[in-house]
């Protein structure tokens, strides 16, 4: 009988290995019942997955990897995030724009680095080699050059798609929001930049995410340091790239990179460990500008004096407070030239992760969700698609938005805050029966007076469960019909919270809502 049952359970090499090994439990000495059992256990499993005996092929019902579904209450909190930060950029002169989700493959290609390999690539589709977007700042200056704009403000909030591996509990997926603010055009140097940075630091204010630090650099100061330091002109971008990880890794395991995998000697690593430990504000700017080996590089020293500027319009922003000059930020994107920035959590709430991972994946017990914000400045990104060469100086930064929706879902969680997830000012409701029509015409006066209003879909419902659905939804007010209140051609308002009831005109009625809920 078991035998029968492995081979109809079972289908490919995996389920004939495993029934195999189910027959041959039953001639071998001190096998337990129990192993036997867990055995076919994992056939029963195959079986599920395979399909049942008619044959049908059972699928599973979940979010491809890397990907999550959210719900009302999870969107409700997107909503108002996305809100702080939209008005944060009008507040700043932005206008948006849109690109489209897939780009030519020759767009993308060759503007990331390493990162390259994480591009989704579609099928061929009519002769066109598509690629969806990695991040809006390319498709933004593809933008720029194919419709010749030498000069814009602009804000940028889309979904980009990486095939990176994901890590769900950290707020990293494999498609996820990105919130792009840049300013294209030939201005007066570091004006622009710092004005990037308070935007950064207004965000994360106004969010109220916990204390955080902007982290500050320029590739300049890095390509002069990578030389002075004895690494050979093909290897920046290389060792760039594995600096960049110093924010997940131990000094001790980015320098046997840089010597194992990178083929540095040991000499350079130690000297560039010398300089990446270092942080500060204007003063170390002045001091690198004396080091005997910085002052060497023009470049360095250039992208130097930049960051001493730009320290004293972040005095002037008020924001120095938050911004540290750190000489172990890389951010290994290709097509940054100058500045560049990150901002990172430092009391981040560690999210307890679900007991399960989505997707099958391994929990985590607790994550830091570190940097939430970055950028910088990419003069010849928009150069690197214009026919002639043209380039269009630009600077921007993007919010992390996943990031910031990871910590405040566990604040909301952590907090028991109760959250909104609609806008319903009013509901109208019924103190007796045969009274829909009734209700209907209320109804239909708030929606045209613009008020936010519901009713229930049943003829005759009871009025305490009306008054409790407002309870759980948090809509405010109830709107209450009655014989006598249409008699006397009035409407009984209740405050949901204090249970007040007061009795209004039907021509006050309207202002009066408006009233209520403007002063709550």
């Known amino acids: ?18 029934a195999t090994r189910v027959r041959s439990m039953h001639s071998l000495p001190g096998i337990t019942v129990a192993q036997i059992d867990e055995e076919v256990a994992k056939l029963l499993q195959l079986k599920a997955q395979i399909g049942g005996d008619d044959g049908k092929h059972q699928f599973v019902l979940k979010t491809a990897k890397g990907t999550r579904d959210y719900n009302p209450k ?26 489209p989700v897939f780009e030519l493959k020759e767009t993308l290609t060759g503007k990331y680095g390493e990162d390259s390999k994480l591009i989704y690539d579609l ?18 200056a593809r933008y720029l050059a194919m419709n010749k704009i030498t000069n814009i403000k602009r804000y940028h909030i889309a979904k980009v798609y990486r095939r990176d591996n994901p890590a769900m509990t950290r707020g990293r997926y494999r498609e996820f929001y990105q919130c792009d603010f840049d300013i294209a055009g030939q201005y007066d140097g570091m004006i622009p930049d710092a004005e990037c940075l308070k935007i950064v630091h207004e965000i994360l204010s106004e969010l109220d995410l916990g204390d955080f630090r902007i982290k500050v650099n320029d590739r300049r100061i890095l390509d002069g340091m990578f030389a002075v330091c004895g690494v050979p ?37 130690d000297r560039i460990g010398e300089y990446v430990s270092l942080q500060g504000g204007m003063d170390l700017a002045e001091r690198l ?39 172990s930020l890389a951010r290994g994107l290709d097509y940054y030239t100058g500045i560049i920035y990150e901002a990172v959590l430092t009391q981040a709430g560690a999210a307890p992760a679900p007991a399960e991972a989505q997707n099958g994946a391994p929990a985590e017990e607790s994550v830091s969700v570190g940097s939430v914000a970055g950028g910088g400045r990419y003069d010849g990104l928009v150069g690197m698609f214009d026919p ?5 100086p630009c600077v921007g930064v993007s919010i992390g938005i996943e990031r ?37 015409r209320l109804i239909t006066e708030l929606w045209d007076a613009g008020i936010k209003a519901e009713v229930m879909y049943k003829k005759n419902p009871k009025l305490l469960s009306q008054l409790q659905h407002c309870e759980e939804s948090g809509i405010p007010l109830v709107a209450i019909l009655g014989e ?31 009233k209520r809920t403007s002063e709550a």
């Open 233 to 269: 002109d093909d290897k920046f971008r290389s060792i760039c790239s594995t600096v960049d990880k110093l924010d997940k890794m131990p000094w001790e395991d980015v320098k046997k990179e840089m010597v194992n995998e990178k083929g540095l000697s040991e000499e350079a690593a």
């Open 74 to 99: 999870q969107m409700a909190i997107r909503e108002r995030v996305f809100n702080t930060i939209i008005s944060c950029f009008k507040r700043h002169g932005a206008e948006t724009i849109d690109t």
């Open 484 to 514: 006598q209140e249409l008699k006397d051609g009035v409407v009984k308002l209740r405050v949901v919270a204090t249970r007040e009831e007061v009795d209004i005109s039907r021509a006050d009625l309207i202002a009066e809502i408006r």
């Open 289 to 327: 500008l004396q080091d005997h080996r910085m002052s060497q590089s023009k470049q360095a020293c250039a992208g130097l004096s930049d960051i001493k500027l730009l320290f004293s319009y972040l005095q002037l922003f008020q924001v120095t407070d938050k911004v540290v000059f750190d000489l």
């Open 1 to 18: 009988m078991l035998t029968v049952f492995c081979v109809r359970a079972c289908s490919g090499l995996a389920g004939f290995r495993t």
């Open 404 to 440: 910031i929706f990871s910590i405040m879902e566990h604040k909301a969680e952590v907090s028991a805050e109760k959250v909104r997830t609609t806008e319903v000012q009013v509901m109208v409701a019924s103190a007796q029966k045969n009274l829909l029509e009734e209700k209907l």
């Open 388 to 392: 002639k060469g043209r380039k269009v």
């Open 123 to 140: 099928k061929d589709q009519g002769g066109e080699l598509l690629s969806l977007r990695y991040d809006l700042t390319v498709p933004f």
